[in-house]
């Protein structure tokens, strides 16, 4: 019973690093998507995808890319880590249609950027 | 573009009272979501709300959607210690926009 895995769930950057946060499911979900939750805030969507090769931009894109070649990953790379990026970040999945009633969220990963 | 308004923002109540969250939003979608988030946990599902009138309960929570008023209630009956957390509702398609949340804690 995975669900959404996360991975890693703890990471420090130097401004400027690179790094990818790893999504994967098992339900065989085709809608996926990233958030992102600074503190004492709510959700906010960076980027989300209906199927494998399909990804479009959330409330808050730059500085993030997601690519989709599989139906259970959906990695989200953070290109040039900022301190302002600096933040909790879900991964999260539902099916489609009439049976995707409910939005599946992974544990979190906690990133910081020093 | 849709926008998703939660009041009140932080809600703090005594034990065995009612109170009610609201959720509006502002464009149609095809669903509504209620989710809890306990401090540094990740967000559990409470209720989906797929249909104008749709009323749903779990033991002391009820929410209900008004599609047509763009807005849904999370109904809180005879409040216990153990509702504190942060309430959030979401709408949308595909793009799920979430509201600020609700922080509440219930004083026994």
């Known amino acids: 019973n995975a669900g959404v895995t996360q991975t890693p769930k703890f990471q420090v950057l130097k401004t400027g690093q690179s790094m990818t946060l790893q999504c994967a499911q098992d339900?065989?979900?085709?809608?996926m998507s990233w958030y992102r939750q600074d503190p004492g805030m709510g959700l906010r969507l960076i980027h989300y995808s209906v199927g494998a090769g399909i990804t479009d931009q959330g409330e808050v894109p730059n500085g993030y890319n997601v690519s989709r070649s599989t139906t259970e990953d959906f990695p989200l790379r953070l290109l040039s880590a900022a301190p302002s990026q600096t933040s909790v970040y879900f991964c999260a999945s539902r099916a489609q249609g009439s049976s995707g009633n409910t939005i599946y969220f992974g544990e979190g990963s906690w990133l910081t950027v020093v | 573009e849709l926008k998703v308004e939660q009041n009140p923002l932080f809600l703090s109540m005594q034990e065995g009272k009612n109170y009610t969250i609201y959720c509006n939003y502002s464009?149609?979608?095809?669903?509504l979501y209620w989710y809890r988030q306990d401090p540094g946990k990740s967000l559990e599902s409470l209720f989906v709300?797929?249909?104008?009138?749709a009323v749903k309960q779990e033991g002391r929570l009820m929410a209900s959607l008004d599609t047509k008023a763009r807005l849904s209630t999370l109904h809180i009956t005879a409040a216990v210690h153990d509702l504190s957390a942060t309430y959030f509702c979401?709408?949308?398609?595909?793009?799920?926009?979430f509201g600020t949340g609700t922080r509440l804690k219930v004083l026994a």
């Open positions: 464009t149609t979608s095809d669903r």
């Open positions: 709300l797929l249909s104008n009138g």
């Open positions: 339900m065989n979900h085709e809608y």
């Open positions: 979401t709408s949308g398609t595909y793009k799920y926009i």
